[in-house]
């Protein structure tokens, strides 16, 4: 089990510019979740996929962000026309599907700096 | 809606005293209960669940937490702090039969003095 896996890890961009950041779940687990965590704040829900499906997106995720998991394996992020506000570590999960309180595992995290 | 409040943005003990992280919750429905813990620069690592049965959950590195129904509550408890368990705590909710996303508190900074 080599855990759930970002990258990068950091990233400094200028506002304006877009930015890609890739999610790679454990390796049998079949739903992905992005969260946004701000400092001193816990981390806040953006979307979630089941395999390639994404079956749920949080109102935080304006149209300048789009996430795709196109072979229900790996996950991007991507967020267009960046704003000094999407400053702020961005943590995927993964977990498998379960009739009972399904356990998400979490990555690393990309951590945005947005000049 | 659901909600997640931990009290505390910081909670001081000595090496070798028990330490108790406060947790309560509120859902329209039935809670699963998650506790996780981040180390500087690094992701969430999961600590304990609650899902149901038993009230008294056992967790990693000899954390237990205790799902109290009445006081909507999932305090986090351990019977002897180390130095190494300085960390923050995130406590986190979702609601059984629900959407998946975790709602999370804004966290508690466990800091154990030698």
């Known amino acids: 089990d080599t855990g759930v896996s970002q990258n990068p890890r950091h990233k400094i961009t200028k506002r304006g510019q877009n930015v890609t950041f890739r999610c790679d779940p454990i390796?049998?687990?079949?739903?992905l979740y992005w969260y946004r965590q701000t400092l001193g704040q816990g981390p806040e829900f953006l979307t979630y996929?089941?395999?390639?499906?994404?079956?749920?997106k949080s109102r935080l995720l304006s149209d300048r962000f789009s996430a795709e998991r196109p072979k229900g394996s790996f996950s991007t992020l991507e967020i267009q026309r960046t704003e000094q506000g999407d400053s702020a570590m961005y943590l995927c999960?993964?977990?498998?599907?379960?009739?009972?309180?399904?356990?998400?595992?979490f990555g690393p995290g990309t951590r945005l700096l947005v000049l | 809606a659901q909600s997640v409040a931990q009290p505390e943005d910081q909670v001081n003990v000595a090496e070798g005293n028990p330490l108790t992280v406060k947790c309560t919750y509120s859902v329209s429905g039935n809670p699963y209960l998650f506790w996780y813990v981040q180390y500087p620069n690094r992701g969430l690592q999961f600590l304990l669940k609650?899902?149901?049965?038993?009230?008294l959950v056992k967790g990693s590195y000899g954390f237990e937490a205790e799902f109290n129904k009445s006081q909507t509550s999932f305090h986090l408890k351990k019977p002897s702090a180390l130095v190494s368990d300085s960390a923050l705590y995130f406590c986190a909710v979702s609601i059984v039969g629900g959407r998946r996303a975790l709602t999370f508190g804004s966290g508690t900074r466990l800091q154990v003095q030698p």
């Open positions: 996929f089941q395999n390639e499906a994404q079956l749920e």
């Open positions: 390796s049998e687990h079949n739903r």
């Open positions: 999960a993964s977990s498998l599907n379960r009739a009972l309180g399904e356990t998400q595992y």
């Open positions: 609650y899902i149901t049965g038993d009230n």
